[in-house]
């Protein structure tokens, strides 16, 4: 599958006001995307299970005190995927230039699982899964780990020179293809969820999160994937994740007052499940904050 000649379409109008805009506002932008870092490893941490709530990961990032009881693990695991995030945000103009040698390699993937696994295991940070080291994914098991290397160089290689395909049906087929090889022994999602932001950084468009309410789905396109080579559900989740990114730094960088989707649809006079329902379809210019749909008050539904 791939992705809709109208969604491409949208996207595309999406990037051309986001670029009209952000000219000279980055001290702006900086802020936003630190201020969603907290929510993006919740969300991250959330799809494996971390028992930490938002406002615990909140407080964890602020090196303030949780009120119960939280392992020593989940912890490491919060500050350290807040670690990757802030470092490809700040270094993404040394990682995305125009040079050939910017493009994700396995270096770049090794360099990240260690900070990811530091002070967490070192004995298998930063390093691909070696002989002996099988892992298991729901009843699907990965790749035995001969295998690993051989094919994480061929997927690196079939998306470095692809010059074809539309970007985010090939940042999805990546994704599944790095999730169904499974290169590491632990942290392979946290790590391929952080890859689509480094790829759509150097893309010039703004992260994603994708949702721990939206996990059922994202589960079932890797079954998809590896039963019917599908990658249509994927496809659809980053699309629909990335124009509400979009939607989010337009209504910021026009100086919009933000209000909740539930006061907006009173103005509206519409059912706040129509309003809802139309935010999740990106129908209308709605994104969340701390998983509460919000959108700018000037803007009329059409």
Do not use: C
Request: charged share 30%.
């Amino acid at each position: 599958m791939s992705t809709s000649t109208a969604i491409q379409k949208r996207i595309q109008l999406l990037k051309q006001e986001y670029n009209r805009l952000k000219a000279g506002k980055d001290s702006l932008l900086r802020i936003i995307d630190e201020a969603e870092i907290p929510e993006s490893v919740y969300n991250s941490n959330a799809i494996e299970n971390s028992t930490l709530t938002l406002k615990e990961t909140e407080k964890i990032l602020l090196e303030m005190e949780v009120s119960r009881n939280v392992s020593l693990r989940e912890v490491f695991e919060a500050k350290n995927l807040a670690r990757i995030m802030e470092y490809i945000q700040t270094e993404r103009v040394l990682f995305f230039g125009n040079k050939s040698s910017d493009e994700l390699s396995k270096e770049t993937l090794l360099l990240l699982h260690q900070m990811l696994l530091g002070n967490i295991d070192e004995s298998i940070a930063g390093r691909l899964r070696k002989k002996g080291e099988y892992v298991r994914i729901g009843t699907f098991i990965a790749i035995a780990p001969e295998h690993v290397e051989r094919m994480l160089e061929e997927v690196l290689i079939e998306y470095s020179s692809n010059h074809i395909s539309y970007f985010v049906d090939k940042i999805s087929r990546f994704h599944l293809q790095f999730e169904t090889i499974h290169p590491f022994n632990d942290g392979n999602g946290r790590i391929g969820r952080v890859l689509i932001n480094y790829q759509l950084y150097k893309l010039g468009f703004p992260g994603i999160i994708i949702r721990d309410k939206e996990k059922t789905a994202y589960y079932r396109s890797f079954g998809e994937y590896r039963d019917d080579k599908q990658t249509k559900t994927i496809e659809r989740i980053i699309s629909l994740a990335l124009m509400e990114a979009l939607h989010k730094r337009i209504a910021y960088l026009k100086g919009s007052k933000i209000i909740e989707a539930s006061e907006y649809a009173a103005k509206q006079k519409k059912p706040v499940t129509v309003i809802l329902n139309a935010a999740k379809r990106q129908t209308i210019p709605a994104f969340r904050e701390k998983g509460v749909w919000k959108i700018g008050a000037e803007l009329l539904l059409i």
